[in-house]
């Protein structure tokens, strides 16, 4: 389930940035780019929780 929601994540929030960005520079809206930058996303999360550490459990 963490997988799904990391992915709805990065898909919305790729989605908003490139109709941000392609409205300032006047380009028309492509979702092939929404589709990379959703998987450079995902794999950067992913990534980034492996690599952090967990954190410690307070008594």
Do not use: N
Not at 5 to 30: E, H, K, N, R
């Amino acid at each position: 389930m963490r997988f799904v929601a990391t992915i709805i994540w990065a898909f919305v929030l790729s989605a908003v940035a490139a109709f941000v960005l392609s409205s300032m520079s006047g380009d028309p809206y492509d979702m092939s780019i929404v589709i990379v930058m959703t998987i450079i996303f995902s794999l950067g999360i992913w990534t980034l929780s492996a690599v952090l550490p967990k954190g410690e459990k307070h008594e």
